[in-house]
């Protein structure tokens, strides 16, 4: 599938930015639009763009705040920033600032599509990309070799500890029984990273096509809470499922959005206070004239106060930005649940994120992920 470059267009004159639509899309662009830098914010969030072309005067976050900002989540978007006369001065400052480049006004529509496209062919080609590309493909080198050698000693000493809490071999003195079942919980969990980081490297890197199967969404999400039944016991929480629509089954990867879920109620239940209660919620949503359906994970824990988009990058690790001090150690991983379920999701054809408003009743975090409704025949992504 040829590949479709977005465009993000700000302007708080609604004209601009409609016309400048009508116009990218007619080349072949995927164009999005934003009246003034607040939104804009919003749309880069939840979505990646190839360039944005924004005017530097606005309300609420003028131009050169939104080019910063930008920045801020991935320096190698570039900016092409739209300027009065009067403005060339702010302009000058912007292209210190990482700009690509600036246009004056009044403008030509053949004008604004030369700079958008030496902007992109400049970031395909500069160094930055080529080092990317290298260190990507030694990163999946490394995960290749570093999950295999990981899981082929790990299997027998996994086996061999659940059989000794079977018995299989006699009884366990009870001073021994508390360290052999650290060791089996322990296990279990090397075994999850180790199976998310293959999973990762099959769906990243080798573009593995969810499988997708029809399957009871109440089913769905109470065979992943079977995995949490203790956590939740011990933290003395309750987990809530709310299904609206009438909401009956869905089109899935079962296995891979299992996966999802387990991560995103792990989170919740981790980073919730005891006898809290984590909510599910699953309803019909539309995305761009496109039906979707949306799951919610509402918890209780510390609102995060980092970047929304830079939690779901890889490796990233949410329980070292947390002030709580009620969290505990044993918690800390290799933060890469939140990866993964980006990728599952967008493998899915769907979006995840966190809800700017999170949740005013619970005073915690939500995330969401919405994956498109599947009829049996187009069940092949």
């Not at 749309?43 to 080019?67: A, P, W």
């Not at 292209?95 to 902007?119: C, H, Q, W």
């Not at 995103?264 to 539309?286: G, H, M, W």
């Not at 004239?289 to 106060?305: A, H, V």
Request: proline letters at 3%.
């Amino acid at each position: 599938m040829v590949s479709v470059n977005k465009i993000l267009i700000v302007d708080d004159e609604n004209s601009i930015r409609e016309a400048l639509k009508i116009y990218f899309n007619n080349k072949g662009f995927e164009a999005e639009t934003a009246k003034n830098g607040r939104d804009a914010i919003e749309y880069i969030e939840k979505e990646d763009f190839d360039v944005i072309v924004s005017d530097i005067r606005m309300d609420k976050l003028d131009g050169l705040s939104l080019l910063k900002k930008i920045k801020e989540y991935n320096k190698k978007i570039p900016v092409i920033l739209i300027t009065a006369f009067a403005d060339l001065n702010g302009a000058i400052e912007a292209l210190r600032g990482g700009a690509f480049e600036y246009i004056i006004k009044p403008f030509n529509m053949e004008t604004i599509a030369e700079k958008v496209d030496s902007a992109l062919k400049t970031a395909r080609n500069t160094s930055e990309e080529r080092l990317a590309k290298k260190y990507e493909e030694e990163k999946l080198d490394f995960i290749s070799k570093f999950s295999n050698e990981l899981k082929t000693p790990l299997t027998p000493v996994y086996g061999f500890i659940s059989l000794m809490l079977k018995k299989e071999f006699g009884e366990i003195p009870p001073s021994q029984l508390d360290v052999i079942r650290n060791i089996h919980k322990n296990s279990i969990r090397l075994k999850r990273i180790i199976d998310d980081l293959i999973m990762i490297y099959y769906i990243d890197y080798l573009k593995e096509k969810p499988f997708l199967k029809n399957i009871e969404i109440l089913k769905l999400v109470e065979e992943t809470l079977k995995e949490k039944e203790d956590l939740i016991k011990r933290k003395n929480q309750r987990v809530e499922i709310k299904i609206y629509d009438e909401i009956d089954t869905i089109y899935c990867d079962i296995e891979k959005m299992k996966r999802v879920i387990f991560h995103l109620i792990d989170n919740a239940i981790k980073f919730s206070p005891v006898t809290s209660i984590i909510l599910i919620e699953i309803c019909n949503y539309e995305y761009k004239g496109q039906p979707y359906i949306k799951f919610s994970i509402k918890d209780n824990s510390e609102r995060l106060k980092v970047n929304k988009r830079i939690i779901f990058n890889q490796f990233y690790e949410l329980a070292n930005n947390t002030d709580d001090p009620t969290i505990e150690k044993e918690i800390h991983g290799m933060g890469i649940g939140l990866t993964l379920s980006k990728s599952i999701i967008e493998s899915h054809n769907g979006k995840i994120w966190i809800e700017d408003d999170s949740n005013i009743a619970f005073g915690g975090n939500t995330f969401s992920f919405i994956i498109p409704v599947i009829n049996e025949k187009d069940k092949i992504l």
